[in-house]
C-alpha cells in the first residue's frame, strides 16, 4: 500500500514516517510537505536514504504540486498537513482557513480522481469545542462547536471530509485526538516551550490560572491508532484516540521544573489566550473496542522520555529556535504583561 504522507516534516508526521518505517516499512512512503515554519527536514535525516521513502516539495493548496506527487502512485492518502497552532490562528486566521479547508478539499479530489483506497484525515478534538469540569468527555457523537479560529478550520475540514463520503462514496475515516506530547514537538506550544525555557531559567508564561485541562498523549501512540484506523477503519466513520491523561496546564508544568531539577518561581502568569477553551478530554472506547488500540505510555513514563530526548537533542531545537521563531516569540509574548 503506497502511503502519500502529507505535513510529514511536522512533529506528528515525522513521527509518523518514523513509526512507518519502524514498524511497517513494507509500505512504500512519500511526505509531501510544503515545508512552513514548521516543516523540518532535520526531524527525518537519520531516515532520509530508506529505500521505502521519498519527499516531495509541495503545497496541498496547489492542485498541480499534488497531482505531481499523486502521479509516483498513491493509495492511501493521510493529511496531517496543516496550520496547526491555536496562538498563530488568532493573530492570522485566513492561512487557516485556506490550508486547512480548501487544502484538504483539494486532496479530497485527488482523492476521487485517483480511486485511492483510503483517505484518512487527521482531526483533533478541538472541534468539539469545550468541556465544564463535569462534562463526560467527548464522544464521537458530540457536536461540533470550535471556538478558535484553528479549530473551526479543522472542523470545516472535517465536514468537507464527511461530505465526500456521502455525496461521493470517497472511503473516509477522520481521527480526532487529544493534546500530543513527545520528539520533535515545535518549541511554540506547551511542552517544548515550558522544557526549552526551563533549561534556559526564563520565565514559564503560564496562560491565566493555568487550571485549564488537557488530556495528553504521547505522540507514538497516536501513530499506532491513525495506522490502525487507516488499516481497519470503517470508511465514513470516525475515530477518537485520547489517553485518559486529563492534566492542568499548571501541573504538567511544575512536573517538567521538578524534573528539570529548577524552581517554581520560574512561572509566570500571564494573559489569558482569547477563546481559551477550559477543559478537553476524549473518550476513546471506540478506538480501543473496535480497533483493539491501547496507549502504550503512561504520563510519567511518557514526560520523563520527552524531557530527556530533548536534554538529548539540543542540535535539533537550537536549529529549530533561531531566526524566525524568536521574532514569533517576541511578537506573541511581549503584550502578555503579568497576570
Ligand atoms: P505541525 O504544525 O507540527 O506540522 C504541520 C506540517 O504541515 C508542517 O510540516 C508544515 O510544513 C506542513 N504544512 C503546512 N501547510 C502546508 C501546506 N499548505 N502544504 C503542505 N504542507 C503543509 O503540526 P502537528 O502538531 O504535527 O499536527 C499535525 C496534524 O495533527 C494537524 O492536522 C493537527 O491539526 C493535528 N493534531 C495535532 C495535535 C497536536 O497535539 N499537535 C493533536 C491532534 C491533532
Ligand atoms: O487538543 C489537540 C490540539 O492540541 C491540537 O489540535 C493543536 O494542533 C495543538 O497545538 C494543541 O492545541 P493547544 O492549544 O491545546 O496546545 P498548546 O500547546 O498551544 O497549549 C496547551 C495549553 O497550554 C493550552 O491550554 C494553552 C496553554 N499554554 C500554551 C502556551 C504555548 C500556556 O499556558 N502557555 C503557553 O505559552
Known amino acids: 500500500m503506497a502511503m502519500l504522507i502529507t505535513g510529514g516534516a511536522g512533529f506528528i508526521g515525522s513521527n509518523f514516517v518514523h513509526y512507518m518505517l519502524q514498524h511497517h516499512p513494507e509500505h512504500p512512503i512519500v511526505n509531501f510537505d510544503a515545508l512552513t515554519y514548521a516543516g523540518n527536514l532535520e526531524s527525518l ?15 496541498i493548496t496547489n492542485p498541480d504540486d499534488v497531482e505531481r ?10 493529511n496531517f498537513a496543516a496550520e496547526s497552532h491555536v496562538d498563530r490562528s488568532i493573530m492570522d486566521p485566513g492561512v487557516f482557513a485556506k490550508t486547512n479547508v480548501l487544502g484538504t478539499q483539494v486532496l479530497l479530489d485527488a482523492a476521487r480522481r485517483h480511486g485511492v483506497k483510503k483517505y484518512l484525515q487527521v482531526s483533533t478534538d478541538e472541534v468539539y469545542g469545550t468541556l465544564s469540569p463535569s462534562d463526560p468527555a467527548f464522544t464521537e457523537q458530540t457536536p461540533l462547536a ?4 484553528y479549530s473551526a478550520s479543522k472542523a470545516g475540514a472535517d465536514l468537507m471530509v464527511r461530505a465526500y463520503h456521502e455525496t461521493f462514496g470517497l472511503p473516509v475515516n477522520i481521527t480526532r485526538c487529544s493534546n500530543n506530547y513527545g520528539p520533535y514537538h515545535f518549541p511554540e506550544k506547551l511542552f517544548p516551550l515550558m522544557i526549552l525555557n526551563a533549561l ?3 520565565p514559564l508564561p503560564v496562560y491565566g490560572d493555568g487550571l485549564q485541562v488537557r488530556d495528553w498523549l504521547h505522540v507514538s501512540d497516536h501513530c499506532r491508532g491513525i495506522y490502525l484506523v487507516a488499516e481497519k477503519g470503517v470508511p465514513g466513520e470516525v475515530y477518537n484516540i485520547g489517553g485518559n491523561n486529563e492534566r492542568a496546564n499548571i501541573d504538567v508544568v511544575k512536573t517538567i521544573l521538578q524534573i528539570l531539577g529548577k524552581p517554581e518561581s520560574l512561572i509566570q502568569h500571564v494573559k489569558d489566550r482569547p477563546g481559551h ?6 473518550d476513546a472506547t471506540k478506538i480501543r473496542r473496535e480497533l483493539g488500540w491501547e496507549p502504550k505510555y503512561t504520563f510519567d513514563t511518557g514526560i520523563l522520555e520527552t524531557v530527556t530526548w530533548y536534554l538529548a537533542n539540543e542540535k535539533w531545537w537550537s536549529a ?4 524566525s521563531y524568536m521574532e514569533y516569540y517576541e511578537a506573541q509574548y511581549k503584550d502578555r504583561v503579568k497576570a
Open 69 to 78: 506527487a499523486m502521479q509516483l502512485g498513491v493509495d492511501i492518502i493521510l
Open 146 to 149: 470550535p471556538n478558535s479560529p
Open 45 to 59: 535525516r537519520d531516515i532520509e536514504d530508506h529505500p521505502s521513502y521519498r519527499f516531495v516539495k509541495g503545497d
Open 320 to 323: 529549530v529556535r533561531s531566526g
Open 277 to 282: 477553551d477550559r477543559r478537553y478530554a476524549i
Open 200 to 202: 534556559e531559567d526564563k
